[in-house]
């Protein structure tokens, strides 16, 4: 990763290290460790920390871990025999200051700022998690439906441009995330 060259940004645990498809971003404020995979074109903003050191976190392609962000897991124990990986797919767009823990995130998803949401919890495809919810252990998101709250209630179905605005979203931090790629590799020239 040719714009990021913070050697302890981006670091191996126990011998597994990130690993990005093309045209991944990761800012050289944020911090990717261990059993991490990124998918193509997907960006990892300012102080965002994505921690994977005792269970897998996966990413998919075109989704934006937006500033300030937590991503971890839940490792394997007796109190979890599996423990819980983080598994989030493709075109999501994951606000600023949101906390995702072992939990699984489907495609095409707006996660609101400040959300959070906890081990073992499931979002279909399509949701929409408005700002500031808090989403309990286990519990599962429907697919084209808005969730919001502490702890969160299906509020209504989606809108057709809120469906719409998956992609779009998707798309636009694509585009934003190569022009600060190409500023950072101007810098370092
Ligand atoms: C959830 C959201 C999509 C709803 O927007 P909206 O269409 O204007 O909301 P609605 O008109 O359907 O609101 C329905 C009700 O939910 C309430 N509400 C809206 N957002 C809420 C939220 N995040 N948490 C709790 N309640 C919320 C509204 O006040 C309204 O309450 P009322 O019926 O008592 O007046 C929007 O408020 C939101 O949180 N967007 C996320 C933005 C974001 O974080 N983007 C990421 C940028 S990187």
Same mark, same amino acid.
């Given at each position: ?7 302890? /940004? ?11 498809? %093309?045209?991944?971003?990761? *800012?050289?404020? #944020? ?7 990124? !998918? ?7 102080? %965002? ?9 996966? &990413?998919?392609?075109?989704? /934006?871990?937006?500033? $300030?962000?937590?991503?971890? &897991? ?7 025999? %599996? ?5 989030? $797919?493709? *075109?999501?767009? &994951? ?6 823990? !072992? ?7 707006? &996660?609101?700022? !400040? ?5 073992? %919890? ?21 697919? !084209?439906?808005?969730?919001?709250? /502490? ?18 979203? #998707? ?19």
């Amino acid at each position: 990763m040719k714009h990021n060259q913070n050697p302890l /940004s981006i670091r191996s645990h126990k011998g597994v290290r990130p690993q990005f498809g %093309a045209k991944v971003y990761v *800012d050289p404020t #944020a911090i990717v460790i261990g059993d991490v995979q990124i !998918g193509e074109n997907s960006s990892v903003w300012p102080y %965002a920390i994505i921690r994977g050191d005792m269970h897998r976190i996966r &990413i998919g392609e075109r989704t /934006s871990i937006q500033d $300030g962000s937590v991503l971890h &897991i839940t490792h394997a124990s007796d109190f979890n025999p %599996a423990g819980h990986p983080l598994i989030i $797919g493709d *075109d999501v767009t &994951i606000g600023h200051s949101v906390n995702l823990h !072992g939990c699984t995130v489907g495609n095409r998803i707006l &996660i609101g700022i !400040g959300s959070t949401i906890l081990d073992g %919890a499931v979002v279909e495809d399509e949701v929409v998690v408005g700002a500031g919810t808090l989403v309990p252990p286990g519990k599962r998101l429907e697919s !084209g439906f808005l969730y919001v709250g /502490s702890p969160c209630k299906q509020a209504r179905p989606l809108k057709d441009s809120e469906r719409a605005f998956f992609k779009y979203s #998707a798309t636009n931090y694509v585009k934003l995330k190569d022009t600060h790629i190409a500023e950072l590799e101007a810098l370092q020239k």
